[in-house]
């Protein structure tokens, strides 16, 4: 009833409709496939960047907690250094008390001197102590102000006024024997509040 060219004719067109329902569906699946590899792609380098920003911020974190001093000092070194300032120096203004956390920083990084600030404050040179405070005691007794801790910490993270002074005496209270050494051994660098400065 039909001829073979029309009985071919319609299926090569059945053919030709199924492949081109087949292709739509493929490209669909590809496209989900493809859109569900970018989300994974997606969600896995913003896992990494989350675990990264959070190891940097933990990074931050622990650096921003943790002081930078010029120098190594223990919980002991930095109540030391602020006893022996406040002792020294309390009644003195800000510079007067950053002179004298100076000295004593100056003294640990000097090879002459012990390397740590307790050493430095407490040491003995043929018996005598270097700092009166330490012989009378008065260290023990006094009571820190805030801006003698201020000082401290800002001598701790570098502010140094000090032009590299190793000494300093107070003239009107020591005995004359004793300045006459500072005088004959020492170099003078200047004078400031109560107190003489002086290298080697």
């Known amino acids: 009833m039909y001829s073979k060219s029309n009985v071919l004719l319609f299926i090569t067109y ?19 496939v493809a859109r569900q590899e970018a989300a994974t792609v997606t969600v896995v380098t913003e896992h990494v960047a989350l675990e990264q920003f959070e190891s940097v911020e933990r990074i931050i974190s622990y650096e921003t ?25 309390g009644g003195e203004d800000r510079k007067g008390k950053l002179l004298v956390a100076n000295v004593v920083i100056n003294r640990v990084r000097s090879r002459r001197f012990p390397n740590n600030v307790t050493d430095v404050v407490y040491q003995k040179a043929k018996n005598v102590t270097q700092f009166s405070p330490v012989s009378n005691g008065i260290i023990n007794k006094v009571t820190v102000s805030d ?43 200047f004078t400031y509040g109560g107190h003489d400065f002086y290298t080697r």
Not at 65 to 77: A, G, N
Not at 79 to 88: F, G, H, Q, S
């Open 14 to 32: 059945t053919i030709c409709i199924g492949m081109l329902i087949f292709s739509k569906r493929y490209d669909v699946q590809a496209e989900s």
């Open 147 to 189: 801006e003698t801790r201020e000082v401290v910490y800002s001598a701790l993270k570098g502010e140094d006024v000090s032009n590299g002074a190793l000494f300093f005496m107070a003239r009107k209270y020591v005995a004359p024997e004793n300045a006459e050494w500072f005088d004959n051994n020492l170099t003078f660098l």
């Open 65 to 89: 907690m943790k002081q930078r001093f010029c120098i190594e000092v223990s919980d002991k070194d930095l109540d030391t250094l602020m006893r022996i300032v406040e002792a020294e120096a």
